[in-house]
């Protein structure tokens, strides 16, 4: 299966501020996935981001506020702008891996605290 | 729209009980269905995954899950439980040709040694 790193593996920031989350993954894929998991709760889909074109977005989600990248096959970024203490939260990167086909391998995740 | 229910929020067992994780979903096509865990500070793995044929099926660390179809169900089982399988347990459903997963509210095991 793809192994995927994220960077950071956890940040604190300020409201009103802008972090972006790094996803590489060790082999070429072609659908990467942005995930939130908000503290104790399941995972929610956030976007799909396909290398070369715009990313997919979830109800509920706006480019605007979770702009994403997708400049190759192996790489994606996801900016969470404007935070607020609501945007605290893990955020997952996960990829659908295309020698296992249907089946989505997850990153560690980014553990984002606003204050 | 589709959803997936896992039955308990939260289940405690001694060692070497027998684990019975429930899972049911709405969609009534057909659809790939998964178990991912979560160990402590570690991210999610896939634990196992249906997509046709025999519908019991085995996965890592003596997991094994069987398809109900009639029963829109997608139960994880293990007969005896280690403390190790201390965890977050996530039911997961994709409709077939569909791109996205969508996940269960979770379920907490913990063990007690």
């Known amino acids: 299966s793809a192994v995927i790193s994220q960077k950071p593996s956890r940040d604190i920031c300020q409201r009103g501020t802008s972090l972006t989350i790094q996803c590489q993954v060790d082999?070429?894929?072609?659908?990467m996935f942005w995930y939130r998991q908000q503290p104790g709760q399941s995972l929610t889909l956030i976007a799909t981001?396909?290398?070369?074109?715009?990313?997919?977005?979830e109800s509920g989600f706006v480019i605007d506020k979770f702009p994403i990248s997708r400049p190759n096959l192996t790489f994606s970024t996801l900016t969470v702008s404007n935070m607020s203490p609501e945007d605290s939260s893990i955020y997952l990167c996960s990829v659908e891996d295309v020698g296992v086909r249907e089946t989505q391998y997850f990153g560690p995740g980014t553990r984002l605290l606003v204050l | 729209a589709q959803s997936v229910s896992q039955h308990n929020h939260h289940v405690i067992l001694s060692e070497a009980a027998s684990l019975e994780l429930g899972c049911n979903y709405s969609y009534g096509g057909t659809v790939n269905l998964f178990w991912y865990v979560q160990y402590p500070g570690q991210h999610l793995q896939l634990l196992l995954k249906y997509f046709s044929g025999d519908p019991l099926v085995k996965g890592i660390k003596g997991f094994e899950a069987e398809f109900i179809k009639s029963k829109f169900s997608f139960n994880l089982r293990k007969p005896s439980v280690q403390w190790s399988d201390t965890a977050e347990y996530f039911c997961a459903v994709k409709l077939f040709a569909g791109q996205n997963f969508v996940f269960g509210p979770g379920t907490r095991l913990s063990v007690l040694p």
């Open positions: 981001a396909n290398q070369g074109s715009e990313a997919t977005y």
């Open positions: 082999s070429q894929v072609t659908m």
